[in-house]
């Protein structure tokens, strides 16, 4: 089976461009979303690498955007969206405050295997 998965990298052609989320409406919004899709299968592995390097302790958004790149945090964000939605990480029901004392949900990694398929040899 030759099906695209949430980890295939930027290298390989898809038979058709994958959807970006953007606001409907927002040419701006549409402009970054086209921006960001040369490096989003990059961006998704390292969210979910670090998620799961953690164990059971977790990360919330500020501490993936800390680790990762503050200055990528409008980035890291919807990729932790897309292995939320897709079923590689969950919400840890844990709460950690962040720096300004708001409650941040921690995530975990899910049991789910993750990466592109083997293929056949």
Do not use: C, H
Not at 35 to 54: C, D, H, K, S
Not at 77 to 97: A, F, K, Q
């Amino acid at each position: 089976m030759n099906e695209r998965t949430l980890f295939d990298g930027e290298n390989k052609a898809p038979p058709r461009p994958a959807p970006v989320a953007y606001a409907a409406g927002s040419e701006t919004s549409k402009a970054a979303a086209e921006g960001a899709r040369p490096r989003a299968a990059g961006l998704r592995q390292a969210v979910y690498a670090f998620i799961r390097e953690r164990g059971q302790r977790g990360a919330t958004d500020e501490e993936i955007s800390d680790a990762l790149g503050s200055d990528r945090s409008n980035s890291l964000r919807p990729r932790r969206n897309e292995l939320m939605n897709s079923g590689y990480i969950r919400d840890s029901g844990e709460r950690r405050l962040t720096r300004l004392g708001s409650n941040a949900t921690v995530w975990v990694a899910t049991d789910r295997p993750y990466g592109p398929a083997p293929r056949p040899r």
